[in-house]
């Protein structure tokens, strides 16, 4: 079985909009399959043939599916993560790397992460005119990377603060959630998995009482 970590912002209804659109800003738009105009989102399907089409998603998207890429500064794991990808698909006299470079590596010395998923979804039955958006590692090595970048931390925290998020975490299946946010202060505290109290009370819920924050 391989690792599917996400992560997890807790936002207020009236701050989606806000927080897809930091989203949006902070990627490579070649590669971002979603876009706001006119106050409405689209999601973005590209072809093999070269042909690209838009959905308007309904409510802004709540209770659908959105995907994108994230653009984060360079760490020492995004640079491993990208070469682990390198040496697998390396030949000798085959392979230009410095194509391969360029194709991952942005401008002011950032790198795009990507294909991430992003997961928004009605928390009202938990907590009541709540969004949980999460941001799904497709892969295990993106799962892992999740876990260890300080930038990809970064960038959370960012989008957090962008969105005025009440919590931020990150989920790591059985090695439990690292609390990154809360209410305006960032934290990095990781938490045990309560499975029942968290699928049926809420993490948020769960959180607050036990951290009495």
């Not at 690792?3 to 971002?32: G, M, P, Q, S, T």
């Not at 105009?37 to 999601?43: A, H, P």
């Not at 697998?88 to 194709?103: A, C, N, R, T």
Request: glycine share 4%; charged share 30%; aromatic share 16%.
């Amino acid at each position: 079985m391989g690792l599917d970590y996400d992560y997890r912002i807790y936002i207020k209804k009236e701050k989606l909009k806000e927080a897809l659109k930091f989203v949006y800003e902070h990627a490579d738009k070649k590669r971002v399959l979603f876009e706001i105009t006119n106050d409405q989102l689209y999601k973005i399907d590209k072809f093999a043939n070269g042909q690209i089409s838009k959905t308007l998603l309904d409510n802004f998207g709540i209770n659908q599916r959105i995907d994108t890429c994230i653009l984060v500064d360079e760490d020492n794991s995004i640079i491993e993560y990208h070469l682990y990808d390198l040496t697998q698909h390396y030949q000798p006299d085959s392979v230009d790397e410095s194509k391969f470079i360029e194709y991952y590596k942005y401008a002011d010395n950032k790198w795009w992460i990507g294909n991430v998923e992003i997961h928004i979804k009605d928390y009202s039955s938990k907590m009541p005119n709540y969004i949980e958006l999460q941001f799904w590692a497709v892969t295990s090595s993106m799962s892992r990377l999740f876990a260890e970048s300080t930038s990809i931390d970064k960038y959370f925290k960012e989008l957090c603060r962008a969105a005025e998020a009440d919590y931020g975490c990150i989920y790591m299946e059985d090695s439990g959630y690292r609390l990154i946010w809360t209410k305006g202060k960032e934290y990095n505290l990781v938490v045990p998995i309560l499975w029942s109290s968290f699928e049926e009370y809420g993490f948020v819920n769960v959180i607050g009482d036990i951290l009495k924050i």
